[in-house]
């Protein structure tokens, strides 16, 4: 981010960080999983790097969690074919684009569902991230 620090501390960046986790509140990682996950960080879909059309770009972005952004969504970047290696705690591939999580009908993979219809039929797993670490009640 320090290359472009002046694009993030921008008001017109403010403004568009904002719109967006008002529009979409929950993280599109965790949602993709079936899990609600209050999102916090506005992400670039496509890297910028420093393309101010492309940073400014409303369809560019998506939200996500500080974690799926700091972890997932870089190691995505950062990987030269673009394929995010691993499984998360429940075995199921973190990649969101590997074929258990397009399958659908054949007992793999989410499928396409909207979390209200999963809130509906109770399939929906809520995860619960502690605001601080170390203290408070």
Not at 47 to 62: T, V, Y
Not at 100 to 116: I, L, N, R, T, Y
Not at 119 to 133: C, N, Q
Request: charged share 25%; glycine share 8%.
């Amino acid at each position: 981010m320090s290359l472009f620090k002046h694009l993030y501390n921008s008001a017109r960046w403010k403004r568009m960080r904002a719109r967006q986790l008002e529009a979409e509140p929950l993280c599109r990682m965790h949602e993709a999983l079936h899990q609600l996950v209050q999102a916090t960080v506005a992400d670039h879909i496509k890297a910028h790097r420093g393309d101010e059309e492309l940073f400014f770009d409303p369809e560019n972005l998506q939200s996500l969690c500080k974690p799926c952004h700091d972890a997932h969504k870089q190691a995505q970047e950062h990987n030269a074919n673009g394929i995010l290696r691993g499984a998360g705690h429940d075995g199921r591939p973190l990649d969101l684009a590997h074929p258990w999580h397009q399958a659908v009908g054949q007992g793999m993979g989410a499928g396409e569902k909207s979390a209200s219809a999963l809130v509906e039929d109770r399939s929906l797993t809520f995860i619960r991230t502690p605001a601080k670490l170390g203290g408070g009640a």
